[in-house]
Every structure is written in structure tokens, then in C-alpha cells.
């Protein structure tokens, strides 16, 4: 495919850092409002839609579309008497919040964002129920921003109280138990501090129903660390705020107490920054965390608040990683990931088993609640080809279906829910293959039970690989036209993540992160080897982090691939600390301020790294205009450099408006997306027969 992309201008900027040479001839590309980047983007908007747009993309659209509309449930909570739950019966942009009473009567819809634009670009992102059930704190995203306001309404009436609090992001939210005002989690405002530091410096403030948001009081901050990101919960009991103080995107935190009861400063209970804390609950004086201090796995201590020496021991490190836990009526209910697949399992308050909950299938508990004076705890599950769908099992009653909760399930059920008799059946199984070092790394493998697999079976291969992310199943009806048609879908548990615990997250960051790279590289030999596929129909996909994965091993082995997914990357290891909430990744990545850090990021940055005149495979990179989180000027760059330079391809970039990250994309843009991606895989490897 011959095509002629937009002209880019390549500036003569040339950067000496810790005495190496670095040409960035396509810096100006991060000024998203320069008149020549908006002409840029134009341009290359318009390219793109001039190879992906036809009858392919128009018969993928309507069929996603069939798809995406299937009924979902999600977010189950229940607070006195009442639960709460996010559901969308098929098509709508964003679910809907409806409360129901715990008796049994027909939902309310608490709040509707489809009614609060008119592309349905404002997202529900999360919601926080008063203890009582009386009200609910909601947390409201316009055009995919990280950035939230927080609404407050009656859950009776499904009417505002009038509170709205601004500059609010990465949404932390604790009720007091008598519902009279929450912690949150809060920014600055814009002129408190210095310029681009409006995303730094996070505190905990308390807000009282009633008062202007402007005179919640400041409960917890460190102005000397402006990394520093503090989460917030109250106890059951009332006594204390217990606040998680987290370093950067690093899980590795302090925890700080708020003596409700006595008042005062905050007073440190775990101090360091060496080991993860993840508050549970409290009971019988002690408040309970799940930790990795001591067990890179994890496990569950109680500690007495009043003697923060004296840690016990309740649920010892086990053989597989302790990724979650709640409190139900004096039973520990603790989420663990058996190869990458969640098990949720019962301990009472001494830590002895008690049994398990039993889950359906090779899946993923994406939500797990409950309060402990009740019995019973919620959570969602989903998995490869399972919507996902929400229970509450009493941990002394047993199983309630999603049938309880009042959603119609028959209204606008299609194929992708998978309850036709013709539907096709598919399979899931773990493999294990080796990396280059030798090291044995998983993998899910996904495709139709009458598929046998062979040398020109089309693949899918995603992976991630950072920050201590687990890639578990995940419901996608976007892969069904794949799967559908004979494809395969692969995920890799690469070293970074969090599948395998602590030290399988640490074996993949900083000065190990070729290790993730490799590890990657290492599931596409795999599958070529074991005659799965060959080269030419392997398409490999990421986001975000998985964007600078993909970026990193097409440059490194452009040969073993036949497309490229490249979604939101981070794509520039030099200045990626510069930009958005950069500086929270250091701990992961390292800084090219420090002379050995910016040795190995370098050595990988997929913009840095694109070699003149080498064919690499086609390429599309996805990114938004308004993406807070990953600036889009990396993606922007890395398209404009390999247009610039390399052969082969074609190289095109989809610069989405109106859109960020991904969190809280209307379902309409994700058809759009979705469709976009499957055409490009048509054009590149082919499965549409």
C-alpha cells in the first residue's frame, strides 16, 4: 500500500543529554494547539479514514454494533438496606445508577449521564453510598478526562442536594457512619500552586453536607512530596480515618491514622514507602490491611492501632497473589489470582479457612464489596466470553443471581452474550512457554472449540506488563468478529505485572523492563513454533503502558509481527515525565534526568528507536485529544518519525476529539474504535471471510 502522508515538518533539534547526542525533530507535534499540529492532525485524521472507511468497515460497524448491544450490571454495592448498581441494557452511551431496595422493589435510576451531553461524553466513573443508603456521592468525567466533580444525591428521590466539589481526580471517598460529610480525595485549584503542578500535591479534605466546598478543611497532605497520593477510608467503627498514602503509580505506601473519636493530627501507623498496605476493615480494636510487607505475594495482618509495633499475622503468604480483600460478618473474603485467574476464598478473623465462594468458569472478579455487619458480600465476574454480570452471596445464606437485583435481562440480548443454541462455543486454556532468559511466562489462549489451530490461523496477541497490572479475562465484544471467524486471541502474563506477585512486577520495571520486552517477542515464537501461526498473521495489540510495549518489540523485531495495535502509548521514555501526571511513573520507569536511567530508557524509548529505512509491519496508533493521562504529543511524534523514516508499513495514527485514556468512552466511540481496529487487521493480516 503506497501512500503519500501529510508533510511534517522535521525540525533540526538536536538535545545533548549526560553527553549522548538525541534528535527530536518532531517536538513541536506537543503543542496540541499550534495551528500547524491541528493542521498535522488534520491531515492525518483525514489519511486515515481515506484507507479504513468502506463496505469492510461499514458491515463491521453494524455488527459490532449487535455486539454491544447486550444487557450489563455492574458495580454492585450495598449500604443499609438498599443496593446500588450500574446497568446498561445495551446501546446506551453510559450505564445508568439505579438503586433498589434490599425487599425487593423495582429499581430507581439514581442518575442517567446520557442526559448530561448530548454525545454522551460524560461518564459516571464511580460512586460512593452513604453508609445508611440515604444518599450517594457520584464521580462525573466529561470527554474522558481523569479530571472529576463529585454530585451528591438523594437516593430516594434520585434528587441533587446540591453539593458539587471540584478538582477532584483519581476519585477517594469515605463517609462518616452518620452520613453527615465524607473524606475525599482533592487537587488544587488552578493559581495554588505553581503552573502544571495542579496534578501533584494531593490532600484529603473533609467535607461537611452544606458547606461551600471552599472551606473543607485540609485533613492530611505532604507538601514536601508532590507524588504523593493519598487514598481514604473510615472504619466501621467509626474511630478512625485511615489514610493510604501511595508514591507515585507505585503501590508501595505509608499509612496514616485520623483519630475520629479524639481528634488531632494525623499520626503515622506504617512509615517507609517499602511495601504495600490496602486497608480492609476494622474489628475487635484492630484494623485489618492486606500488605506485601514481608510477602511479595501478600497476605493479611491485623495491627492495633494504639501499638503499631505489634503486627499479627492472620492470613500467611500463599503459593498464589493476594490482589484483594473485604470484611463480611466476621469472615475475610480474600481474592486471589491462581494463574491469572481470580478464586475467592473465606478465612474467619483468625485466619482460619472457612471455605470458598464458587466462581463459574477461568474468569476475573472485576468488583468485590461488602460492609462487615452484613452477611452478604457483592461482586461482578466476567470472563473471555462471559458479559458481566453481578451476585451477593451471604457468607451464611449463600448465592443470590443477578435476577435479584431487578434487571430485565431479555431486553436487547444479542450474540455477544452468547445465549443463542447456535452461538459458537469456545475454549480457554493457559500455556506456559519460555522467555529468552529461560524464564516460564503464561498465557491465555482464546478461540472457537472447532478451530484447529495452524500456520495461517490469524492471531491477536495483547499484553501489558507494568505497574503491577494483572491482565485477567475481560468480557470484549470487539474480539468476537475475530474469534467468530477462526482467530485467536492470546494474552501474555508478562514480567511487570502483577499476575505472579511482587516480584514478578519488580522483575519487569526499571532496569528490567527489556525483560517484559523479551518476554513478549517470546510468546509470538512461541505460537510460531508450535505451529499456531505464522509471522505474517500475528497482530499484536497494547494500550497506554501495552502502547509502549507493542512500540518497543515492533522496532525490536519488526520481522515477527504483521500489524500493530499501538493504542494511547507512552512513547517517548525521554519526556515522558514531563508531561500530564508523568512524574507519578518514575518509580516504574526511571527519570532520563538520572545518567543510568536514561542509559536503558533510551535504549528501548520507541521513538528514539526507529531506524531509517528498515521495513517495520503496518502500524495504527491510536490516541485523544484530550487524554490526561498519557499525553497524545508521544503518539503524535512516534507516527510523524516512523512516516518520516521508515519503510514499510502503511503508518497511520486515529486521533480521536472529545476523548481521553479510555475511561467512560461512550459505547458509540467504541464501536467507532473497534470497527477502525478490526478494518486495519482485515487490511494487514486478514480473517474477514
Given at each position: 500500500?503506497?501512500?503519500?502522508?501529510?508533510?511534517?515538518?522535521?525540525?533540526?533539534?538536536?538535545?545533548?543529554?549526560?553527553?549522548?547526542?538525541?534528535?527530536?525533530?518532531?517536538?513541536?507535534?506537543?503543542?496540541?494547539?499550534?495551528?500547524?499540529?491541528?493542521?498535522?492532525?488534520?491531515?492525518?485524521?483525514?489519511?486515515?479514514?481515506?484507507?479504513?472507511?468502506?463496505?469492510?468497515?461499514?458491515?463491521?460497524?453494524?455488527?459490532?454494533?449487535?455486539?454491544?448491544?447486550?444487557?450489563?450490571?455492574?458495580?454492585?454495592?450495598?449500604?443499609?438496606?438498599?443496593?446500588?448498581?450500574?446497568?446498561?441494557?445495551?446501546?446506551l452511551?453510559?450505564?445508568?445508577?439505579?438503586?433498589?431496595?434490599?425487599?425487593g422493589?423495582?429499581?430507581?435510576?439514581?442518575?442517567?449521564?446520557?442526559?448530561?451531553?448530548?454525545d454522551?461524553?460524560?461518564?459516571?466513573?464511580?460512586?460512593?453510598?452513604s453508609?445508611?443508603?440515604?444518599?450517594?456521592?457520584?464521580?462525573?468525567?466529561?470527554?474522558?478526562?481523569?479530571?472529576?466533580?463529585?454530585?451528591?444525591?438523594?437516593?430516594?428521590?434520585?434528587?441533587?442536594?446540591?453539593?458539587?466539589?471540584?478538582?477532584?481526580?483519581?476519585?477517594?471517598l469515605?463517609?462518616?457512619?452518620?452520613?453527615?460529610?465524607?473524606?475525599?480525595?482533592?487537587?488544587?485549584?488552578?493559581?495554588?500552586?505553581?503552573?502544571?503542578?495542579?496534578?501533584?500535591?494531593a490532600?484529603?479534605?473533609?467535607?461537611?453536607?452544606?458547606?461551600?466546598?471552599?472551606?473543607?478543611?485540609?485533613?492530611?497532605?505532604?507538601?514536601?512530596?508532590?507524588?504523593?497520593?493519598p487514598?481514604?477510608?473510615?472504619?466501621?467503627?467509626d474511630?478512625?480515618?485511615?489514610?493510604?498514602?501511595?508514591?507515585?503509580?507505585?503501590?508501595?505506601?505509608?499509612?496514616?491514622?485520623?483519630?475520629?473519636?479524639?481528634?488531632?493530627?494525623?499520626?503515622?501507623?506504617?512509615?517507609?514507602?517499602?511495601?504495600?498496605?490496602?486497608?480492609?476493615?476494622?474489628?475487635?480494636?484492630?484494623?485489618?490491611?492486606?500488605?506485601?510487607?514481608?510477602?511479595?505475594?501478600?497476605?493479611?495482618?491485623?495491627?492495633?492501632?494504639?501499638?503499631?509495633?505489634?503486627?499479627?499475622?492472620?492470613?500467611?503468604?500463599?503459593?498464589?497473589?493476594?490482589?484483594?480483600?473485604?470484611?463480611?460478618?466476621?469472615?475475610?473474603?480474600?481474592?486471589?489470582?491462581?494463574?491469572?485467574?481470580?478464586?475467592?476464598?473465606?478465612?474467619?478473623?483468625?485466619?482460619?479457612?472457612?471455605?470458598?465462594?464458587?466462581?463459574?468458569?477461568?474468569?476475573?472478579?472485576?468488583?468485590?464489596?461488602?460492609?462487615?455487619?452484613?452477611?452478604?458480600?457483592?461482586?461482578?465476574?466476567?470472563?473471555?466470553?462471559?458479559?458481566?454480570?453481578?451476585?451477593?452471596?451471604?457468607?451464611?445464606?449463600?448465592?443470590?443471581?443477578?435476577?435479584?437485583?431487578?434487571?430485565?435481562?431479555?431486553?436487547?440480548?444479542?450474540?455477544?452474550?452468547?445465549?443463542?443454541?447456535?452461538?459458537?462455543?469456545?475454549?480457554t486454556?493457559?500455556?506456559?512457554?519460555?522467555?529468552?532468559?529461560?524464564?516460564?511466562?503464561?498465557?491465555?489462549?482464546?478461540?472457537?472449540?472447532?478451530?484447529?489451530?495452524?500456520?495461517?490461523?490469524?492471531?491477536?496477541?495483547?499484553?501489558?506488563?507494568?505497574?503491577?497490572?494483572?491482565?485477567?479475562?475481560?468480557?470484549?465484544?470487539?474480539?468476537?468478529?475475530?474469534?467468530?471467524?477462526?482467530?485467536?486471541?492470546?494474552?501474555?502474563?508478562?514480567?511487570?505485572?502483577?499476575?505472579?506477585?511482587?516480584?514478578?512486577?519488580?522483575?519487569?520495571?526499571?532496569e528490567?523492563?527489556?525483560?517484559?520486552?523479551?518476554?513478549?517477542?517470546?510468546?509470538?515464537?512461541?505460537?510460531?513454533?508450535?505451529g499456531?501461526?505464522?509471522?505474517g498473521?500475528?497482530?499484536?495489540?497494547?494500550?497506554?503502558?501495552?502502547?509502549?510495549?507493542?512500540?518497543?518489540?515492533?522496532?525490536?523485531?519488526?520481522?515477527?509481527?504483521?500489524?500493530?495495535?499501538c493504542?494511547?502509548?507512552?512513547?517517548?521514555?525521554?519526556?515522558?515525565?514531563?508531561?500530564?501526571?508523568?512524574?507519578?511513573?518514575?518509580?516504574?520507569?526511571?527519570?532520563?534526568?538520572?545518567?543510568?536511567q536514561?542509559?536503558?530508557?533510551?535504549?528501548?524509548?520507541?521513538?528514539?528507536?526507529?531506524?531509517?529505512?528498515?521495513?517495520?509491519?503496518?502500524?495504527?496508533?491510536?490516541?485523544?485529544?484530550?487524554?490526561?493521562?498519557?499525553?497524545p504529543?508521544?503518539?503524535?511524534?512516534?507516527?510523524?518519525?516512523?512516516?518520516?523514516?521508515?519503510?514499510?508499513?502503511?503508518?497511520?495514527?486515529?486521533?480521536?476529539?472529545?476523548?481521553?485514556?479510555?475511561?467512560?468512552?461512550?459505547?458509540?466511540?467504541?464501536?467507532?474504535?473497534?470497527?477502525?481496529?478490526?478494518?486495519?487487521?482485515?487490511?494487514?493480516?486478514?480473517?474477514?471471510?
Amino acid at each position: 500500500m503506497n501512500l503519500r502522508y501529510p508533510p511534517a515538518r522535521a525540525a533540526e533539534l538536536v538535545e545533548t543529554l549526560h553527553g549522548v547526542p538525541v534528535a527530536d525533530p518532531f517536538r513541536w507535534l506537543e503543542d496540541a494547539a499550534s495551528p500547524e499540529t491541528r493542521a498535522w492532525v488534520d491531515a492525518e485524521n483525514a489519511l486515515t479514514r481515506s484507507v479504513l472507511d468502506g463496505p469492510v468497515r461499514d458491515a463491521l460497524v453494524s455488527e459490532l454494533t449487535g455486539f454491544l448491544d447486550y444487557p450489563r450490571t455492574s458495580s454492585l454495592q450495598k449500604r443499609g438496606g438498599r443496593y446500588f448498581f450500574t446497568h446498561n441494557p445495551g446501546l446506551l452511551d453510559q450505564p445508568v445508577l439505579y438503586a433498589q431496595d434490599a425487599g425487593g422493589a423495582a429499581p430507581v435510576a439514581i442518575l442517567d449521564p446520557n442526559r448530561l451531553s448530548g454525545d454522551g461524553t460524560v461518564a459516571l466513573t464511580a460512586f460512593f453510598p452513604s453508609p445508611d443508603g440515604a444518599r450517594v456521592a457520584c464521580a462525573l468525567s466529561v470527554h474522558g478526562s481523569d479530571r472529576q466533580e463529585i454530585r451528591v444525591l438523594d437516593a430516594a428521590n434520585a434528587r441533587e442536594d446540591g453539593e458539587r466539589l471540584q478538582f477532584v481526580k483519581f476519585a477517594s471517598l469515605a463517609w462518616t457512619r452518620d452520613g453527615s460529610g465524607f473524606y475525599y480525595l482533592r487537587f488544587p485549584t488552578p493559581g495554588e500552586v505553581a503552573p502544571g503542578d495542579e496534578q501533584y500535591f494531593a490532600r484529603i479534605c473533609f467535607h461537611r453536607l452544606g458547606d461551600l466546598q471552599s472551606n473543607d478543611p485540609v485533613v492530611f497532605e505532604t507538601p514536601g512530596q508532590k507524588e504523593v497520593v493519598p487514598m481514604v477510608a473510615v472504619s466501621a467503627d467509626d474511630r478512625w480515618a485511615v489514610i493510604t498514602a501511595q508514591r507515585g503509580a507505585s503501590d508501595d505506601s505509608e499509612v496514616h491514622l485520623v483519630d475520629r473519636l479524639h481528634g488531632g493530627s494525623p499520626r503515622p501507623l506504617v512509615t517507609g514507602f517499602d511495601a504495600a498496605y490496602s486497608f480492609i476493615e476494622s474489628a475487635g480494636g484492630r484494623l485489618f490491611f492486606r500488605t506485601t510487607a514481608g510477602a511479595p505475594r501478600g497476605r493479611i495482618v491485623s495491627i492495633d492501632p494504639d501499638h503499631a509495633a505489634t503486627v499479627t499475622e492472620v492470613v500467611p503468604e500463599s503459593a498464589h497473589r493476594l490482589s484483594g480483600a473485604v470484611m463480611a460478618r466476621g469472615t475475610l473474603i480474600a481474592q486471589y489470582l491462581v494463574f491469572a485467574s481470580d478464586r475467592l476464598l473465606l478465612f474467619d478473623l483468625a485466619g482460619t479457612p472457612r471455605g470458598d465462594i464458587p466462581l463459574p468458569e477461568i474468569g476475573t472478579v472485576l468488583t468485590l464489596d461488602a460492609e462487615p455487619g452484613d452477611e452478604e458480600v457483592c461482586f461482578t465476574f466476567t470472563s473471555f466470553t462471559a458479559a458481566p454480570s453481578v451476585s451477593s452471596f451471604g457468607v451464611e445464606s449463600g448465592f443470590r443471581g443477578e435476577e435479584s437485583f431487578g434487571v430485565d435481562r431479555s431486553v436487547g440480548v444479542k450474540g455477544s452474550v452468547r445465549v443463542k443454541a447456535e452461538a459458537p462455543r469456545y475454549v480457554t486454556k493457559l500455556v506456559w512457554y519460555p522467555s529468552k532468559d529461560g524464564t516460564q511466562v503464561s498465557m491465555f489462549l482464546v478461540h472457537r472449540d472447532d478451530v484447529k489451530p495452524g500456520s495461517q490461523t490469524p492471531v491477536l496477541l495483547s499484553g501489558y506488563g507494568g505497574f503491577n497490572i494483572s491482565r485477567t479475562p475481560a468480557y470484549d465484544p470487539g474480539n468476537f468478529p475475530f474469534l467468530d471467524r477462526g482467530g485467536i486471541f492470546a494474552l501474555a502474563h508478562l514480567r511487570g505485572g502483577g499476575e505472579y506477585g511482587e516480584d514478578w512486577h519488580r522483575a519487569g520495571m526499571l532496569e528490567k523492563k527489556q525483560n517484559v520486552f523479551d518476554d513478549f517477542i517470546g510468546a509470538a515464537e512461541a505460537l510460531i513454533a508450535q505451529g499456531y501461526t505464522n509471522p505474517g498473521r500475528i497482530a499484536i495489540e497494547g494500550g497506554s503502558n501495552g502502547g509502549l510495549l507493542v512500540g518497543a518489540v515492533l522496532l525490536q523485531r519488526p520481522e515477527l509481527f504483521g500489524a500493530v495495535l499501538c493504542r494511547v502509548p507512552v512513547a517517548d521514555m525521554l519526556r515522558y515525565h514531563l508531561f500530564t501526571v508523568g512524574r507519578f511513573w518514575i518509580p516504574e520507569y526511571g527519570s532520563a534526568d538520572d545518567p543510568q536511567q536514561f542509559e536503558f530508557l533510551l535504549g528501548y524509548s520507541p521513538y528514539h528507536n526507529v531506524r531509517p529505512r528498515v521495513r517495520y509491519p503496518p502500524t495504527l496508533i491510536m490516541t485523544a485529544e484530550t487524554d490526561d493521562r498519557v499525553d497524545p504529543g508521544m503518539a503524535k511524534k512516534f507516527a510523524a518519525r516512523l512516516q518520516s523514516d521508515a519503510d514499510g508499513g502503511p503508518f497511520l495514527i486515529r486521533i480521536e476529539s472529545n476523548a481521553g485514556h479510555g475511561a467512560g468512552k461512550p459505547v458509540s466511540k467504541i464501536i467507532a474504535e473497534e470497527a477502525d481496529m478490526l478494518a486495519f487487521l482485515q487490511a494487514t493480516i486478514g480473517f474477514v471471510t
